[in-house]
């Protein structure tokens, strides 16, 4: 059983590889003060109420041992093991750590490293190879769609193939073959969608969604990847920080949209508007978002500019519509999240210049801030 | 609520190694809701090592540190990595009484979160001129309509101040428009000078010039601000036209059923989130004693947010419809004045109330057939299941929430069996879409018997609430020639199962009127709407409707019923087949659809 | 395309004598001989649609595939024993249907 | 008769556009169509020889019954869902072969 000191000894300054949060709550448990620690703050947290806990001696007491755990910054990986469970245990600890109603949260998962992003450009590059330049629209004159060649792709691809089918079963309303012709069952469709894009190899679900079109066709069937109608639109659309806190009440919602805002938050002074200039990093948190409550989409079929959005909207917000409007910009305006997709739909090597936030049209996504610095001409005095 | 707000949710900046202990970091900025009112400030979070480090001028607001900073205070600090900036979070409470400790969490708080580089402050040469006038991130503040002017931020660079001493940095509105904001050049802190109303103006962009007087010239370095008004509940509801609605409830009287339209319009906002949000939320009182009323009649309310009718503005517009909680008795007859208090809760003057009223009339829905008597003419050749006609008491079909079946009866019951049997060949189905009952050809055998070709039945309706009856006299005679017969019961064959025309009209077909089936030709090439079919009765099938007759034999239409996959190119809603390539077949309720091309040689097998 | 009136796949009798059967037994004994007939329509599939609609296409050759199930026996009689004219006794194996299907 | 050399009843792949199956849908997807041909001669039961010879003796009219085991697929893939060119979900119920027989 690990001694205090050991613990202690983790807890010290220094950096250290965190350890995932299943793991760390392992080895909290097997140490006596730790796990009653524990314990208490989470029968401080069970009334759900951070102020009473906040006054409360003990609870205190509990979260100054628990900064000194491994607990204190252990993170969950994508697709491991028990994943929903890691997240959990890392939820109950940051509620006890965190603040009201954070604008932005920390990621719970482990940071993506950059060798994945030469990996994505690899597969990039193969599918150019692969595709003979197919999966780009290069001036040839011959009709190009690169989102029906992603669709002939998976087609060809047998478990690409199945899992689409089994997903769009899932989500057609009517299809003969669904149970019983039941309506389209929404949160149904939401693990269907889940599932396609843990079972599916990226090679072959990210074409289907980050094709880059130069026409209303192609653009629509992009639009149509994840069967809007019953994933995506309902009859009305519910106020944004409604969806949000619906999201939050979710631990794997909760966890994929701070994945979302941590990867994909515009970034100025990089190269790419992206943290780390990590597009991969976002497409990655942007998929993660795809079949939760904050199902995003691409709003139109419009070729020219991609707009992406969560469905919902920001009447009714009272005195919380700026708030609301950050939320909604963060996917409407989002410049890292546009170039992740061009860069991925129109190849990296295709020298395209990612738009940086200095030049975007519209101010970046900042919590309430404000455009770039108007630096007027100098007055000699 | 306490008066004292916090014009902003969050404050940041940079600190760095070096700093001097007792140099001003930032200034929280709470607003008054009474001229009288002084805030106290004090900083909550203990939790954290790095707490000592700071402490909050319980007058002014403003943040010092209480160390020099040093780099080992830096390392000290728990994060993820050794070099990006360590962000430090604090929470400072306000209260307009000298604060105890507890206050922390019952007052309002607001968070300061310092980021914390791992480096000295930049010297001046190395430092633009507009990051010694704004911070990197700034958040546009807010301050609530009706409140008193004063002070909402501190402009002035506090960490910056002694990079340039001998910089002299001011701050100004540049008023667009006549503004109700300026910048108090002694203390530099941005003011708002007058109560806004937000019902006027929602927010204010402001343009905010940063000048800095060095040795040699005067820069200036602009930076638009956008300062949103919160609202409050000062507006009550009101009425904009009519008050009054005029209701008639005749044939649709069924659960749920809405009616007539008031709106209510208010210009405060209605904020959907948080959902337990209480703000301008309206209740509604029905303003009578009746229980038959209360137990029938409920209002149902919607609302949504508007802008244009309100002069670009947000606000709220309120609808209100009469809504049928039960299904109302054919008998029910009464004519009412229903009064509806609307109340804004939250609004606090007198007038938060509006009175609405709905003028309702509820009339009686007679069973009976408007003084009708049904005669049928069939032909001999009809064949098992065809239909003769309908049946429907007066207005049937507009009917909702009133359920009405019928029956058949002999008119002349002491009649020998033999002439009872005849009136087997009849028989009755509800059709529960439209309240009628459908005839149909029940058995062909006793069509032949002369003594059964003209037959008189009592039609009878009886509506199921109240056992209400109405009766009518029912002719069906049979004429024509009838179609040779085979001795046995014949089994007529389903006229979805050819293909071609001359198969087709030469078929005697289940459901056929006429005694044979009738051939759809279609035109369009790729899947459509008008596919060639044979049918028993083109006029109702196909018709995209498995109506009461044909759902009671797949063999009838297959083509409107089949639940089965259809097999070629075709469209469907639920049942039967939308649209279909070519011409649609069906064996037993499973459905082809093909292209109907001559048969060339295509040979089939290894030949 | 089915012909006017062809009845759809069912078992047909035929009575014969064994020399009948044509595998060179020689036996005048008589044995009612079963086998399929009839057309399979009804239990057609989009697969036989496809194929029957590439092969007019020339997108495969005509006698590539068959595009229509085939009436075929689904089981079989018993062994059937018999005396041939030499006084043996011989069984011939699986000759006559006892069902038929698509 | 076999021609020499054809092959055994065995799953074939030809790659096309829903459009070009043939049955009226319309769309540029493409899919991979899988049927079955070959010849099926190892399968033939005394069954088949009885009948052949039946129809060489007049017994049978030629075209009455088929004296040889067919290539038909005995299992089906899968319904394919695909996007038409309106961008409706459409579904296409066992169009392609996953295993072949005689």
Redesign the interface.
């Known amino acids: 059983m690990a001694s205090h000191s050991t613990l202690s000894g983790l ?1 010290t ?3 250290r590889a ?1 350890m995932d949060c299943l793991r760390a709550s392992e080895v909290c448990n097997q140490n006596s003060q730790c796990s009653s620690r524990f314990r208490i703050m989470r029968q401080c947290l069970v009334g759900r109420d951070r ?2 806990m ?2 409360n001696r003990e609870c ?1 007491a509990a ?2 041992v628990l ?1 000194d755990s491994p607990l ?2 252990c993170r969950c990986k994508r697709g491991m093991k028990r994943e929903l469970q890691c997240l959990q245990s890392y939820w109950s600890i940051h509620m006890g750590l965190n ?1 009201g109603e954070e604008l932005y949260e920390t990621s719970p998962y482990e940071p993506m490293h950059l060798s994945d992003e030469f990996r994505l450009a690899s597969i990039i590059s193969a599918m150019d190879s692969a595709s003979a330049k197919g999966n780009l629209c290069f001036d040839t004159g011959k009709p190009c769609n690169p989102c029906l060649d992603a669709t002939k792709a998976c087609n060809l691809n047998d478990t690409c193939k199945k899992q689409r089918t089994a997903l769009l079963a899932t989500c057609s309303p ?1 299809a ?2 669904s149970q019983a ?1 039941e309506p389209c069952n929404r949160k149904r469709c939401h693990r269907g969608l889940r599932q396609f894009f843990d079972r599916v190899q990226t090679e072959f679900s990210y074409p289907l969604l980050f094709c880059s079109c130069r026409d209303k066709a192609c653009a629509e069937r992009r639009r149509q990847t994840i069967m809007p109608a019953c994933s995506y639109e309902e009859k009305s659309k519910p ?1 944004c ?2 969806l949000r ?1 619906t999201c939050r009440s979710d631990p794997l919602c909760r966890s994929r949209l701070a994945d979302f805002h941590m990867n994909c938050q515009t970034t ?1 002074h990089s190269i790419t508007s992206c943290p780390n200039d990590n597009y991969h990093g976002c497409l990655v948190s942007y998929v993660g978002l795809i079949g939760s409550d904050v199902t995003p989409n691409y709003v139109d079929a419009s070729h020219t500019n991609i707009t992406i959005s969560p469905w919902c909207g920001c ?8 708030e ?1 409007e950050a939320f909604l910009r963060d996917f409407r305006e989002n410049t890292c999240l546009r170039n992740a997709i061009q860069a991925f739909g129109y190849g990296t090597d295709a020298g395209l210049v990612p738009i940086t936030e200095s030049q975007s049209a519209v101010p970046s996504v ?6 770039a ?4 001409h ?4 | 609520s306490f008066g004292l707000y916090f014009p902003q949710r ?1 404050y940041t900046e940079n600190i760095y190694v070096g700093q001097q202990q007792g140099s001003p970091l930032l200034q929280v900025i709470s607003m008054r809701e009474f001229p009288t009112e002084r805030p106290y400030f004090f900083l909550c979070s203990h ?1 954290d090592a790095f707490t000592s480090w700071f402490h909050i001028d319980e007058a002014s607001g403003v943040l010092y540190l209480n160390k020099t900073l040093e780099w080992s205070d830096f ?4 994060s ?3 070099r990006s900036p360590k962000d430090l ?1 604090l ?1 400072v409470g306000v209260s307009s009484t000298p604060p105890m400790k ?1 206050m ?3 007052l309002p708080t607001v ?1 300061v979160k310092l980021s914390f580089i791992n480096d000295t402050a930049p010297s001046c040469g190395q430092v633009e ?2 990051t010694l006038c ?1 911070p ?5 503040p ?1 301050i609530t309509e009706n409140r008193e002017p004063g002070a909402l931020r501190q402009l002035r660079r506090f960490t910056h101040m002694s990079i340039c001493p001998n910089y002299t940095i001011s701050y100004g509105v540049v008023a667009g428009s006549s503004v109700p904001f300026a910048v108090d050049d002694s203390t530099s802190e941005l003011v708002v000078t007058a109560q806004v109303d937000r019902e006027e103006k929602e927010v204010y962009h402001l343009d905010i ?1 940063c000048m800095v ?1 060095t040795e ?11 300062v ?1 008004i ?2 409050e509940d000062d507006n009550s509801p009101y009425v904009n036209g009519t008050d009054t609605e005029d209701v008639l409830v005749e044939f649709d009287r069924s659960e749920g059923t809405v009616f007539g339209t008031l709106f209510v319009y208010d210009r405060d ?7 337990n ?1 209480v ?1 301008n939320k309206l209740v509604g009182t029905l303003m009578t004693n009746d229980s038959w009323i209360k137990n029938n009649f409920a209002i149902e309310h919607k609302f ?2 508007e802008k244009a009718i309100f002069g670009n503005v ?1 606000g709220t517009v309120h609808e209100y419809k009469l809504k049928l909680s039960q299904n109302l008795s054919v008998t029910e007859q009464r004519s009412f004045l229903l009064g509806y208090l609307v109340n804004d809760t939250t609004f606090p003057g007198p007038e938060g109330t509006v009175l609405l009223h709905f003028n309702v009339t509820v009339l009686p829905v007679p069973i009976r057939f408007s003084n009708v008597t049904y005669s049928f003419t069939v032909s001999q050749k009809a064949t098992t299941y065809s239909q003769i006609g309908k049946v429907c008491v007066e207005n049937c079909q507009k009917f909702k929430g009133i359920d009405v079946t019928y029956q058949l009866e002999i008119v002349d019951r002491n009649i020998t069996a033999e002439a009872q049997s005849c009136y087997w060949a009849v028989s009755l189905a509800q059709n529960p879409n439209d309240n009628t009952g459908v005839l149909y050809v029940n058995d062909t055998k006793v069509l032949r018997r002369p003594e059964c070709q003209e037959l008189e039945y009592v039609v009878i309706a009886q509506e199921q609430q109240n056992k209400l009856q109405a009766k009518t006299q029912l002719t069906v005679s049979f004429q024509g020639e009838a179609d040779s017969l085979k001795t046995d019961e014949p089994r007529f064959p389903a006229c979805a199962e050819k ?1 071609q025309r001359g ?1 087709c009209e030469a078929t005697r077909g289940l459901g056929a009127p006429t005694g044979r089936c009738q051939w759809r030709q279609g035109r369009d090439k ?2 459509s709407k008008r596919y060639s079919t044979c049918s028993p009765n083109l006029g109702t099938c196909p018709d995209g409707y498995c109506d009461a007759i044909e759902s009671k034999n797949i063999s009838i239409c297959p083509q409107d019923c089949s ?7 075709y ?4 049942y039967g087949i939308k649209a279909g ?2 011409t649609c077949y069906c ?2 309720g ?1 459905c ?4 109907d ?1 001559p ?2 040689d ?6 | ?2 012909k ?1 009136g062809s009845k759809p796949c069912s078992l047909r009798k035929l009575v014969v004598t064994v020399s009948q059967l044509g595998i060179a037994f020689v036996s005048d004994e008589t044995i009612a001989f079963h086998y399929c007939s009839g057309e399979c ?2 239990s ?3 697969y036989d ?1 496809v194929l ?2 590439m ?2 296409k020339g997108l495969l050759r ?2 590539k595939a ?3 199930p ?1 009436c075929r026996p689904t089981a079989y009689e018993e062994d059937f024993l018999f005396l041939d004219n030499s006084f043996q006794y011989k069984t011939i194996h699986e000759f006559s249907a006892k069902a038929c299907g698509c």
Request: aromatic content about 6%; overall charge positive.
């Open positions: 807890g300054h220094g950096w965190p102020t009473t906040l006054a205190q979260l100054e900064q204190y910054d603040e009517a003969p073959i012709h106020n920080l409604e806190r100025p009447r009714g917000s009272g005195n919380h519509e700026a609301c900042r919590t309430n801030l404000q455009p610095i108007i630096t007027k100098v007055i000699n005095s | 969050l939790r390392s000290s600090l728990r993820g990595s050794v979070t929470k507890v922390c969490t019952i968070e001129l507009s704004f990197e991130k700034i958040s546009n807010h010039v007087r040699r010239n005067l820069e200036e370095v602009f930076r638009s601000l956008h949103n919160y609202d906002t209605t904020p959907v989130y948080p959902t949000q703000q949504r947010e947000r293909r198969d790729g899947i639940s089965e996959a259809i097999i070629g190119g469209e469907r809603d639920l390539h070519g064996f037993e499973k082809f659809c093909e292209r091309e048969e060339d295509i040979c089939n097998d290894m030949c | 395309r089915a006017k329509d009804a057609r599939k989009n649609f029957e609609a092969k007019k005509k006698n068959r595009h229509r085939c």
